[in-house]
């Protein structure tokens, strides 16, 4: 029950995210002119660190932010435990790197938008700094919960188990007891209750 709360949570987290970006990247903007595209990796980086050291920590965060929360949300989506962690980050980072490449192919048909290489980097930083900040701890804590439900729980059947042996025992060697005693107090009541065992009396020789 709780793997499927997890994943319900996550996929309606996660769909609503997507939404969000959706909205902030795919809008057509009303701009008078914007800059050419970016194909070549750490231009649009090398730009940004050229505006000043503000401007450049709102553009470069602005970045790394965009996707993120995919790093944690397509973990709790899958809710999945028994996930290497190499292995988990790998397909969350190219689950991220792929929506971030699907945004900037769908941003060359919205006007105002252009496609720049560098925010896929961004993006794609994110979700992996976001995935490694969060998950392993996340599930880690969760093992170590269900490791303690569980182990508490087979304490218990088996504590009880051996509690039923050891109470089954006394009963059994009490009824045998029991037993024998019943079954000498019936022999001494028939004896009683016989009474002496009946002499022939002498009978007197006739002369």
Same mark, same amino acid.
């Given at each position: +029950?709780?793997?499927? !709360?997890?994943?319900?949570?996550?996929?309606?987290?996660?769909?609503?995210?997507?939404?969000?970006?959706?909205?902030?990247?795919?809008?057509?903007?009303?701009? +008078? /002119?914007?800059?050419?595209?970016?194909? *070549?990796?750490?231009?649009? #980086?090398?730009?940004?660190?050229?505006?000043? @050291?503000? *401007?450049?920590? !709102?553009? #470069?965060?602005?970045?790394?932010?965009?996707?993120?929360?995919?790093?944690?949300?397509? @973990?709790?989506?899958?809710? !999945?435990?028994?996930?290497?962690?190499?292995?988990?980050?790998? %397909?969350?980072?190219?689950?991220?790197?792929?929506? &971030?490449?699907?945004? *900037?192919?769908?941003?060359?048909?919205?006007?105002?938008?252009?496609?720049?290489?560098?925010?896929?980097?961004?993006?794609?930083?994110?979700?992996?700094?976001?995935?490694?900040?969060?998950?392993?701890? /996340?599930?880690?804590?969760?093992?170590?919960?269900?490791?303690?439900? &569980?182990? $508490?729980?087979?304490?218990?059947? %088996?504590?009880?188990?051996?509690?039923?042996?050891? &109470?089954?025992?006394? @009963?059994?060697?009490?009824?045998?007891?029991?037993?024998? !005693?019943?079954? $000498?107090?019936?022999?001494?009541?028939?004896?009683? &209750?016989?009474?002496?065992?009946?002499?022939?009396?002498?009978? $007197? #020789?006739?002369?």
């Amino acid at each position: +029950m709780a793997a499927i !709360r997890y994943r319900v949570a996550g996929l309606a987290l996660l769909f609503l995210h997507l939404v969000l970006v959706g909205w902030l990247t795919l809008r057509p903007l009303d701009v +008078m /002119w914007v800059t050419a595209a970016n194909l *070549e990796p750490l231009a649009g #980086i090398k730009a940004d660190l050229a505006l000043g @050291p503000a *401007e450049a920590a !709102r553009r #470069i965060g602005e970045g790394l932010l965009l996707l993120a929360p995919l790093g944690v949300l397509l @973990p709790l989506a899958d809710a !999945r435990l028994d996930v290497a962690r190499w292995a988990s980050l790998v %397909r969350t980072v190219s689950a991220g790197a792929l929506v &971030s490449l699907g945004i *900037e192919l769908l941003q060359t048909a919205v006007p105002g938008r252009v496609v720049d290489v560098d925010a896929v980097l961004l993006n794609t930083t994110g979700v992996a700094l976001a995935h490694l900040a969060v998950v392993p701890a /996340w599930r880690a804590r969760l093992r170590r919960r269900l490791a303690a439900a &569980s182990g $508490g729980g087979a304490q218990g059947p %088996r504590a009880g188990a051996g509690a039923g042996r050891w &109470s089954g025992a006394g @009963p059994v060697a009490g009824s045998a007891l029991g037993g024998k !005693r019943r079954r $000498g107090g019936a022999l001494r009541r028939e004896e009683v &209750s016989q009474g002496a065992t009946p002499r022939i009396p002498r009978v $007197g #020789i006739a002369p």
